[in-house]
């Protein structure tokens, strides 16, 4: 059905008028972020396991003009495979549905989505964050301010290390989102189980997040409660590899001039190239166990188990 702008599908619809869990789950990761033909495995996989926790997923970008919230298996494929998708920030939505074309949607314009179809809990791999040169470009993804204001749970391992992580830690805080660490108060580096950089607040359970973003919402509080789940020690990137790889990722960036909503792409795809896919493998294992710990975290909001 499509109301205030959105298509929401039935199923989305239907759990969340009757109060079920629902996992929003956003598409630049697979338009963007994961080579054809892992991309459509890895979204439709996520989906399969959200499915089999009991929990309703919610995939959300823009079809053909459409904002859409449940894509179909269909949609799913098409965004994957099609060219000419483009990736949807925020302040990209309305141009990109007013001008007919599809978009896998960041973090930002799924978050936004999701709020406006009433869905609470969101599964990502990796936040966008303050780029390493910030201080000159000015390149902080809307990511940040857009979580800002809205109150959600999102579920991530953290920013990759081809961000600054501390100035991003700072960021979160100047914009009031709090960040829990799942089970550690070592912050992520996505590829890699600790960045260096400490977080303040762990939990052990679904549950306790539940509890958190209940006292959060009655107090009226309305910035994204950032969860930081991150990849098992003995299955992150080889720090040593990921190190090395890392600063030739940021130098040919530098040199072939690539900047905006480019960079984020060009760095993973150079990460996956130069580390012979095992950057790729982790990125769809940490992808794996955020789906499945925003799948119980959904399941702890909306009452049921934990
Ligand atoms: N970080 C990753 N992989 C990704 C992204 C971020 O490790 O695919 C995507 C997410 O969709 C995120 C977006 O919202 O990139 C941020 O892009 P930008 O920095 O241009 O805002
Ligand atoms: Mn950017």
């Keep these: 059905m499509t109301s205030r702008g959105l298509a929401v599908s039935p199923a989305v619809q239907s759990a969340v008028e009757d109060g079920r869990p629902v996992l929003a789950l956003e598409s630049t990761i697979f338009t963007h972020g994961l080579p054809r033909p892992r991309n459509v495995e890895v979204a439709l996989d996520a989906e399969e396991r959200v499915r089999s926790l009991g929990v309703t997923p919610a995939t959300i970008g823009i079809v053909d003009g459409r904002p859409t919230v ?9 965004l994957s495979n ?67 204001s809205l109150p959600l749970i999102v579920v991530s391992a953290g920013v990759k290390s081809i961000l600054d992580i501390p100035l991003t830690l700072e960021r979160l805080e100047t914009l009031n989102l709090a960040v829990i660490g799942y089970r550690t ?61 890392l600063t030739r990722a940021l130098a040919a960036a530098a040199a072939a001039g690539i900047a905006g909503h480019d960079t984020t792409p060009f760095l993973l795809d150079f990460m996956q190239r130069e580390t012979g896919g095992r950057s790729l493998d982790v990125n769809v294992e940490v992808y794996r166990g955020n789906v499945e710990l925003g799948a119980r975290i959904a399941l702890a909001v909306a009452g049921g188990d934990r």
């Design 82 to 148: 099609a060219d000419g998708v483009v990736k949807a920030s925020l302040r990209d939505v309305a141009v990109i549905a007013s001008k007919g074309l599809s978009a896998g949607t960041t973090v930002a314009a799924t978050g936004y989505l999701a709020h406006r179809a009433g869905v609470r809990v969101f599964s990502t791999g990796g936040l966008g964050g303050v780029h390493r040169d910030a201080q000159q470009t000015f390149d902080e993804s809307a990511d940040l301010g857009t979580l800002a």
């Design 185 to 245: 108060t070592d912050y992520p580096g996505f590829y890699i189980a600790d960045s260096g950089h400490d977080i303040d607040y762990s939990v052990d359970s679904p549950a306790d997040i539940a509890g958190i973003a209940s006292v959060r919402d009655e107090l009226g509080i309305c910035s994204t409660i950032l969860v930081a789940n991150p990849v098992p020690a003995d299955r992150q990137l080889d720090p040593a590899l990921h190190d090395d790889v």
């Design 70 to 78: 449940g894509l179909t298996e269909a949609e799913i494929e098409r």
